[in-house]
């Protein structure tokens, strides 16, 4: 089992930043790909970003790309969201996951272990 808790949300006005965290327990963090994902009301859930077990290794939805940065800290078992310039848009629930395999993958099928969340509102 891997406990997952986000951190780090909150309300920020357009064009501002935010970064979130999402620390792990509970088995070996190098093991896993990371993944963070949204969900807004009355939307699907979305691909935000992921990173593979080294960090070496990250992609991001077209819709965050220059915006936001995945990256990880191994020693610290933690993964983060560093996300600038924030638009209305990207007002959401964002939750982290983690997969058993080290690779990165978009599916959240693909995902073993998902946090709660962090609210993330951004004004206009």
């Known amino acids: 089992q891997v406990q997952l808790v986000e951190s780090g949300g909150g309300l920020v006005q357009a064009g501002g930043s935010l970064r979130l965290s999402c620390a792990a327990s509970g088995r070996t963090f190098s093991n896993y790909a990371m993944g963070w994902f949204r969900q807004a009301p009355g939307k699907e859930r979305e691909f935000v970003a992921a990173?593979?077990?080294?960090?070496?290794?990250?992609y991001h939805a077209s819709s965050v790309k220059g915006r936001f940065t995945i990256s990880r800290d191994n020693a610290k078992n933690t993964v983060y969201l560093q996300m600038n310039s924030l638009k209305p848009e990207d007002t959401a629930v964002y939750v982290c996951?983690?997969?058993?395999?080290?690779?990165?993958?978009?599916?959240?099928?693909?995902?073993?272990?998902w946090g709660q969340g962090t609210q993330v509102t951004v004004s206009s």
């Open positions: 996951a983690a997969r058993g395999v080290t690779t990165t993958t978009i599916d959240p099928n693909e995902y073993d272990y």
């Open positions: 990173i593979n077990w080294s960090g070496r290794s990250t």
